[in-house]
């Protein structure tokens, strides 16, 4: 999953480099409005589905009850059906309101009107996704994850193509040279429904690839009680409103953010610029935030099944020794991700987009510390969800949006800070988040968070590994050009940390082995027990 996430976002971040050269930051302005839109319905509808499906599924397989967990997928599947159909259709006659009304950016109606198909076909996926993930195994959600981006960003770059110059046509017409941009953007939109699609064929193929498999265990099984469908909903619904709500408000904000953006701006005199400002912002600084983030989002999809297996035999020792292991590998990874892009910026971001470079550099020396707190926020997320204290993830991003809010309208209102404001207020929600999360977690199975090894030692491999990678990218840049400043950058950076982390002992030969691979890196290095950590 960890792969699959990275990959994804790589191919996500390296399809919208084309997209943006194409449409534009006005366009990528456009998309992001109706994406926002698009988010909010998705995490109404389907987005917590996955978890909740995995949760409840794994739970029964624990229990030897297959028949019971194949209800559960039936049930969900239909509540997918109807909570996906619903907004479906909200969106396909509501576009233009929400687009006018909610974002203050009317052009973008039309690519959200593309999103709404989009919106039942991923519901029906995470059905199927969790379902695979509460029987153990995460191969075929991280599969498809992989061929829907793929697909996604063939089509993106195609249908944006065509219809930005689709669009040029129209605009001459009506005299309005926005329809270009608006028209690119619901070609990107697009390409996300035709990846959803292509998911979703692929996942329906190998549950049927696995149904004569999952009927032989249910032959097998000792006669049961068989959950009414009834209890299935309620039992559903019971965990999935506390997902939706906890997650909601935590993705909220980006759209709370853009909608206050775009009035403060207008009002202050800057419509003019603020979709080519929040493009630049969404287009090209989240695009690249957003690939180490992914991780641990997947680590979230991995670690709640793995959690509620030990709280359902009160393993509090098993649940706390997880909780240690992720997030220290973690933290391994986002403190040289957050420090890499903030040293980096400058010439990745010109190597990627020929248009706002500049500005979308300033804004990841700014925000790079954001990898960091939002890798923490949303894994402490997963992990009191695994522990079944669903509802204080609500609890605490409503606390957190709330500072979050109140920072932007300040600094939006009295200074010129402008679309900096927005990265500022994000870094003041996940800071708060992850702390609120952490004390839940210590207060509900008296976890005590590990410092030195998980914090203290990574951050010293990553300070001398930023030093080197200055070094590096300053010679680089008086010698060549940004492509092979940033590749020669990052390998020299990346040998560097990981030299560091087996030599300064950050991480063990036993946490090793436990992940894919970590014999054959045992074999490699040659490493004994004696040389890190047990």
């Not at 909570?83 to 006659?93: A, D, M, Q, R």
């Not at 695979?132 to 829907?148: C, D, K, L, R, Y």
């Not at 892009?341 to 990841?364: E, N, Q, S, T, W």
């Not at 500022?424 to 708060?432: I, Q, V």
Request: net charge positive; hydrophobic share 50%.
């Amino acid at each position: 999953m960890g792969i699959a996430g990275i990959l994804t976002r790589i191919i996500g971040m390296f399809y919208r480099i084309p997209v943006t050269n194409i449409i534009g930051p006005k366009g990528n302005g456009y998309y992001a409005a109706a994406y926002q839109i698009y988010t909010i319905m998705l995490l109404i509808s389907s987005y917590s589905l996955p978890l909740a499906v995995s949760k409840l599924v794994s739970a029964r397989i624990g229990a030897g009850e297959y028949k019971n967990a194949d209800r559960i997928f039936r049930g969900a599947f239909r509540f997918a059906a109807c909570t996906g159909g619903f907004v479906c259709l909200l969106i396909l006659i509501g576009a233009d309101f929400f687009a006018t009304h909610l974002m203050s950016e009317s052009m973008s109606g039309i690519a959200l009107k593309v999103f709404a198909p989009t919106l039942l076909t991923v519901a029906l996926m995470g059905v199927i996704r969790g379902y695979f993930q509460g029987m153990g195994t995460m191969i075929p959600t991280a599969v498809s994850q992989i061929v829907e981006q793929i697909v996604n960003a063939v089509v993106s770059i195609l249908a944006a193509k065509y219809l930005f110059d689709y669009g040029l046509r129209v605009g001459a017409l009506l005299q309005n040279d926005n329809y270009s941009a608006a028209y690119g953007a619901a070609g990107s939109s697009l390409g996300t429904g035709a990846g959803a699609l292509a998911g979703f064929i692929l996942l329906s193929a190998m549950l049927l690839h696995e149904s004569r498999t999952l009927k032989k265990k249910q032959k097998l099984e000792m006669a049961r009680r068989a959950e009414p469908y009834s209890d299935i909903m309620r039992i559903l619904l019971l965990t999935i409103v506390p997902v939706i709500l906890s997650t909601a408000v935590y993705n909220i904000g980006e759209l709370l953010s853009n909608s206050v953006f775009n009035r403060i701006m207008m009002l202050k005199g800057f419509g003019d610029t603020k979709s080519y400002t929040w493009g630049v912002y969404s287009g090209e600084y989240k695009v690249l935030l957003n690939v180490p983030i992914a991780l641990s989002n997947a680590m979230c999809s991995s670690v709640v099944p793995a959690l509620t297996a030990c709280m359902a035999v009160r393993d509090l020792k098993g649940a706390r020794r997880k909780i240690s292991q992720v997030m220290r590998f973690m933290m391994i990874l986002a403190f040289p991700c957050a420090v890499g892009l903030g040293v980096l910026a400058r010439p990745i971001m010109a190597m990627l987009f020929k248009d706002g470079y500049d500005l979308a550099a300033k804004l990841m020396h700014l925000g790079c510390i954001n990898i960091i707190l939002y890798s923490i926020s949303t894994l402490s997320n997963g992990i009191l969800q695994g522990i079944n204290k669903m509802n204080i993830p609500v609890r605490n991003a409503v606390i957190s949006l709330m500072l979050q809010m109140g920072v932007l309208i300040a600094l939006l209102n009295f200074t010129n800070f402008g679309i900096y404001s927005v990265i500022l207020a994000n870094t003041c929600f996940a800071f708060l988040m992850s702390v609120l999360n952490h004390m839940a977690i210590r207060k509900y199975i008296r976890y005590r968070q590990e410092t030195f090894r998980t914090f203290v030692m990574p951050l010293i491999c990553t300070a001398i590994m930023a030093l080197v990678v200055f070094v590096v990218s300053k010679i680089m840049d008086l010698i060549s050009g940004n492509i092979a400043n940033v590749m020669i950058s990052m390998i020299v950076g990346g040998l560097v940390y990981c030299y560091l982390v087996i030599k300064l002992r950050v991480i063990s030969v036993s946490e090793l082995r436990r992940f894919k691979m970590g014999e054959f890196l045992v074999a490699f290095l040659r490493l004994n027990d004696e040389e890190l950590y047990e």
